[in-house]
């Protein structure tokens, strides 16, 4: 059973470029959601998708962006990309009927320079 | 405000030692569910512990347990008998209401727990 799978798992951008990261949530899981961990941080809620739309928003700029696609895959996109942009960026899915919690995965490690 | 406080930065024990990771947190909810999470150094947040507000009974499971106190706005981690493979940085987080255990994650900054041999 697979558990969230995310793309990539390294990337290097440069300031002002725009990066696209990919999530494909557990098998059975409809809910995606996306978070950032800075170094030494604990990750910071950026926004849930359910049912191809945004559900919840954290504090973060509209540079940040998102989608959900049928089969329940997700990206995130983030625009103009800042130094301060550097961070891990994870990916968590859940049911939305199942009141039990998010399963994790192993995160994309994004450098801006 | 939703806030979680976890005032241990870093924790080093001994092998076989037993060690207690502390967790403070705030909220205005009635409804609301406390985790525990390991982060190993591949960076995936696993899975520990949901404990929703309703129960405050504590739980153990193998060596791992868990003390909520709603009283003192606690949700202490203790580890019995500590080993190498215990090494890595540990979160609680809490979840509000809305939308039950699926709603936002906030998270702690963070506890590291260093096993020495």
């Known amino acids: 059973d697979a558990g969230v799978t995310q793309s990539p798992t390294h990337l290097i951008k440069t300031r002002g470029q725009q990066v696209t990261l990919r999530c494909s949530p557990k098998s059975g899981h409809d809910t995606v959601s996306w978070y950032q961990q800075a170094l030494g941080q604990g990750p910071q809620f950026i926004f849930q998708y359910y049912e191809e739309e945004e559900r919840q928003r954290g504090n973060f700029p509209d540079r940040f962006s998102g989608h959900q696609f049928p089969n329940y895959s997700s990206e995130l996109n983030v625009n103009a990309l800042l130094l301060g942009d550097s961070a891990l960026y994870l990916c968590?899915?859940?049911?939305?009927?199942?009141?039990?919690?998010?399963?994790f995965g192993s995160g994309t490690r994004l450098t801006v320079v | 405000a939703q806030k979680v406080t976890q005032a241990q930065t870093e924790i080093s024990v001994v092998e076989k030692e037993d060690v207690t990771l502390d967790c403070v947190y705030e909220t205005r909810d009635t409804t609301y569910y406390l985790f525990w999470y390991k982060q190993p150094p591949s960076g995936e947040l696993v899975f520990l512990i949901r404990r929703n507000s309703f129960d405050e009974q504590n739980e153990i499971s193998g060596r791992y347990s868990w003390n909520f106190q709603k009283s003192t706005s606690s949700f202490n981690f203790t580890i019995t008998a500590s080993q190498v493979v215990d090494s890595a940085v540990y979160f609680c987080a809490l979840s509000g209401s809305y939308g039950g255990a699926t709603n936002k994650l906030i998270f702690g900054t963070g506890t590291l727990l260093a096993v020495q041999p």
């Open positions: 968590a899915s859940s049911l939305q009927a199942y009141n039990y919690g998010y399963t």
